[in-house]
């Protein structure tokens, strides 16, 4: 089930990867859609492509920035119908003795005080449009311990625990909140973080691809798209009573 055109959305973190397929299935559903991006040239690149969408830089760990990317979407849409929550990094690799206190730090500054800053903006914004969807990308790794990746893992964690306690304050506005948890998503970024923990690990990367692959009931990563197509459906009148979740994307990742 599609979106009703027309929806005014926000996609961080939207010119690649997750969120360009995002960004792309709104507009396909004839969405008005702001993405920002902290990288310039994947985001002149997708406004190239995309010539109807609103593109800017922002870094979402940025206050002021943050700041900035609602000012322009309260200018252009006047209000919101949909957030997409979805700007990351990996984070660091590595045990949690030998880690730096920057790269902690770095990590959940952009994966999940990044959101909260996001959400504080959107929301005036959401409640002035009478209700609307919020989705939050989370991760597998937001309901899986994950060794040698613990800031990564606690941001998620986290990521989950803000999406149930937010969708019980925005609820009576009509505001819906969920977490999308992505699993093994083919693209550079999985391959980087294969890499890293494979040195990490003292394997090979072929060896430690199987290994990820083996911990997948489906045996098979997932694509970008099938992440696009959940969010939609969340913001759709099919996910008009879905609230509070988590939803997995995975092919059941049993452990990571």
Known sequence: MRPAP???VVVT???SGIGAAIARAFLEAEAEVLVCDIDEGALAAFADAHPGVRAMRADISDEDAV???????GGRFGALDVLVNNAGISGPTGAIDDLSVADIRRTLDVDLLGQFLVLRQA???LRHGGGGAIVNISSVAGRLGYGLRTPYAASKWGIVGLT???????GPDGIRVNAVLPGLVR????ENVIRARAEASGVEYAEMEAQYLRNVSLRRMVEPEDIAATTLFLCSPGGANISGQAISVCGNVETI
Do not use: T, V, Y
Request: glycine share 12%.
């Open 187 to 190: 693209g550079a970024r999985i």
């Open 6 to 8: 027309g929806l005014r």
């Open 123 to 125: 929301a005036p914004l």
């Open 164 to 170: 149930a306690s937010l969708a019980k304050e925005m």
């Open 13 to 15: 973190a939207g010119a």
């Open 67 to 73: 700041a900035d990317l609602f000012r322009e979407a």
